[in-house]
């Protein structure tokens, strides 16, 4: 197979690279600190190393520009290194010891000692916007691999040059370091026979994913239609509404409404922490903030999408909401006219919106929505109409009086992150990072797909009740 032709693994060869993942599962398993640690760093400095070549195809291939990918590609090495200082730390090897104690129940019971077993092989689905930080080393792979699992990635079609080049790179580090390729495989193809033939695989012990709702709900569905069901960690759409109380914006309407847009702009919006709902209270800088962001918005750069279906599916998607009864157009440039999708923004009453379900759904790409509020309780009603979401921010709660208390409470009510300044897009890789939030943000609310908590995923308790010495003295791992 060469680099630039286009490729779909057959079941033979899913097959393959599944039963080269079981067979280095144990040993991976099994690995001490030093030398997962040695991958991860490993391979974050092979994509360093490789990095004008691979930000170069990245670029042909995403059209997200050279800027973004380079700074994609050092968020990844981060990322993965981050995960080596996390293993060098032995998080993934943490140990609860309950010595015995004697006397009868419920205060007398065994030894115990709870261990966690990584999972085994993962299925990662690469996504289509991050093409380093969420595909074939991004951030899945990387705790994956921090957990003890060996992965198999299923590549992104929207990107396949750049995730050949990237597991070929990856493969290279693996030899180096004298450790079993099946530690980290690849399948690919543009059709869901390969995504599917993977999860069903009875090898494959969890599955990660980053796309769309239908995408996700799809494949979680396969996960639990198993003889034996697996976990599947998907994060799908989100809408992360910005609350805008009159606090929040009055004295720097210009400044607040220029990265309002810029944030909506970012990448084209093709971010899932894009903000696409503006929940607005009425002030005297209601007007000029909601004038300065159209400027704003019309000023912005737009790039072409990742692909053709993006488009087409941001095309429908404004159409579509355009006709929704009671919506007012703000801004709507011809989307038809150029390559590049140009912005979006609509208003609507609260009434209007927590009554219509089709307006709450993401349109991926730049659009937004203003929604007109009157009152603290009608936010906490439009964000109870939302539902689940990656983020809401809440701009001007500042000082804690009884309506501040309810939104905020209604914000963690429905957002894995919640945030009081900025915009939602950019996401920190850290210790107290949690990148998920009830459906559809994530299959799993209680999980995180970013930051150092995302290889607790990976990891399965096990407690271990009257052990033997033996298997004590290595902190409770059959090696
Ligand atoms: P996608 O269509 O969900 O695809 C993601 C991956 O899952 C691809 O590898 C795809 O394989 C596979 N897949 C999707 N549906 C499947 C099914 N029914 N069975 C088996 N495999 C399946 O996402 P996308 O291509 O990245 O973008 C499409 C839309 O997803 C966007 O317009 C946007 O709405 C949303 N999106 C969300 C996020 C987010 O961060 N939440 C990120 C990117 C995109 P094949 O393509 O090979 O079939």
New binding site residues.
């Given amino acids: 197979m060469t680099t630039t032709s286009k490729h779909e693994s057959t079941s033979v060869e899913i097959d393959s690279v599944v039963e080269q993942s079981r067979t280095a599962a144990h040993a991976w398993a099994c690995s001490g600190p030093e030398t997962r640690a040695a991958l991860l760093r490993g391979l974050a400095s092979a994509i360093e190393h490789a990095q004008p070549e691979l930000v170069a195809l990245a670029d042909e291939e995403t059209f997200l520009g050279a800027a973004r990918l380079n700074g994609e590609v050092a968020r990844t090495a981060f990322q993965l290194r981050a995960f080596a200082d996390q293993v060098e730390s032995k998080v993934p090897y943490q140990v609860i010891d309950d010595p015995a104690v004697a006397g009868a129940p419920p205060v007398g019971h065994p030894s115990m000692v709870r261990v966690r077993v990584p999972l085994g092989p993962v299925a990662m689905?690469?996504?289509?916007?991050f093409p380093f930080a969420f595909s074939v080393l991004g951030g899945d792979t990387a705790s994956a691999l921090a957990a003890g699992c060996p992965v198999v990635v299923?590549a992104?079609?929207?990107h396949p040059r750049l995730s050949r080049r990237v597991h070929e790179i990856s493969q290279g580090v693996l030899v180096e370091l004298g450790l079993p390729l099946g530690i980290l495989g690849m399948v690919e193809?543009?059709?869901?026979d390969?995504?599917?033939a993977l999860i069903r695989h009875p090898s494959i012990a969890a599955a990660a994913?980053?796309?769309?709702k239908?995408?996700?709900i799809?494949?979680q569905a396969e996960a639990n239609a198993r003889p034996r069901p697996i976990p599947f960690y998907g994060?799908?759409?989100?809408i992360n509404p910005i609350v805008v109380l009159p606090e929040g914006i009055a004295g720097k309407e210009i400044e607040m409404a220029t990265m309002l847009a810029q944030s909506i702009t970012n990448g084209t919006g093709q971010f899932?922490t894009s903000p696409g709902v503006l929940i607005v209270m009425p002030s005297v800088s209601t007007g000029t903030f909601l004038d300065e962001l159209v400027g704003a918005l019309k000023a912005q750069k737009t790039h072409v999408m990742l692909?053709p279906g993006?488009r087409k599916?941001f095309d429908n998607g404004v159409q579509g909401i355009c006709a929704r009864a009671g919506l007012t157009t703000l801004l709507r440039d011809d989307v038809n006219a150029e390559s590049a999708p140009r912005p979006y923004l609509g208003r609507v009453s609260a009434k209007t919106f927590i009554q219509d379900w089709q307006l709450h759904e993401?349109i991926?790409g730049p659009a937004a929505l203003v929604v007109d509020v009157n009152n603290a309780e009608e936010v906490t009603h439009v964000l109870e109409a939302i539902g689940g979401s990656l983020t809401v921010t809440v701009w001007g709660a500042s000082n804690g009086t009884s309506e501040d208390v309810a939104i905020v409470r209604s914000a963690t009510q429905i957002a894995g992150r919640v945030l009081f300044s900025g915009v939602p897009t950019g996401v920190a890789v850290t210790a107290a990072q949690h990148h998920g939030g009830p459906f559809p943000a994530s299959t799993q609310p209680s999980t995180t797909s970013v930051g150092y908590a995302a290889l607790e995923r990976f990891l399965r308790p096990v407690a271990l009740q009257d052990a033997p010495a033996w298997l004590l003295s290595q902190e409770g791992r059959p090696i």
């Avoid at 193809?189 to 869901?192: D, F, I, Q």
């Fill in positions: 689905f690469a996504a289509s916007n299923k992104h079609p929207g193809g543009g059709s869901v390969v995504g599917l994913f980053t796309g769309s239908r995408g996700g799809a494949l994060e799908l759409g989100s899932c692909t993006m599916a993401e991926f």
